[in-house]
């Protein structure tokens, strides 16, 4: 087991409090997420400020970067967005209908089936999901820098196996 280097945290307080004030209880799942949930507080600050240069929601990005992964010509059928970003179908044609308005997606009938539509990433919503990602990634090592390269990857394959028993 890896000795605790990093000296006391916010949750090691809390836990302590937990065990004193109910020690027939085991508190040590808290030891883990709380510090999780905790570290997504943070990540979703970082976010929100990589997003704000460019003007974007949190939920405006998931739906541009799921288009721009989705590679050339960055087109998704509204289902697909709907599997990628876990949302409802009535919150992605909003969604989508916001962006249309903001020029940063197009939508269009797919020239197989006239009753589909494809939405496609344009430029402008190109260039801003690449400007956010470069600011996101750069806010994201940010948090990571009190891990090494081998502590991040162990900490990766940890939380992946936690993460496949809920998504596999």
């Known amino acids: 087991m ?10 090691d ?10 020690p027939d209880l085991d508190v040590a799942p808290l030891e883990v997420l709380s510090r999780v949930s905790r570290l997504a507080r943070h990540l979703d600050i970082a976010r ?7 003007g974007l929601e949190p ?9 721009r992964r ?20 009535g919150t992605m044609t ?4 916001g962006l249309v308005r903001r020029g940063l997606v197009s939508r269009q009938a797919a020239p197989s089936d006239r009753r589909a539509v494809n939405v496609t990433l344009t430029d402008d919503g190109r260039r801003l999901v ?5 600011e996101l990634l750069e806010g994201e090592r940010t948090l990571l820098t009190g891990l090494d390269a ?19």
């Open 13 to 22: 307080g809390v836990v302590a409090a937990w065990r004193r004030e109910r």
């Open 59 to 67: 939920w405006e990005f998931d739906v541009l970067s799921a288009l």
């Open 150 to 168: 081998e502590e991040q990857g162990a900490l990766a394959a940890s939380l992946k196996r936690l993460l496949v028993g809920f998504e596999g």
């Open 130 to 134: 690449d400007d956010a990602m470069a």
């Open 48 to 54: 929100r400020r990589a997003f704000a240069e460019g």
């Open 2 to 11: 890896p000795r605790d280097t990093a000296g006391p945290d916010d949750v």
């Open 70 to 89: 989705s590679g050339p010509p960055y087109q998704l059928t509204p289902g697909d967005l709907v599997r990628q970003t876990l949302v409802t179908s």
């Open 94 to 97: 909003n969604r989508i209908d």
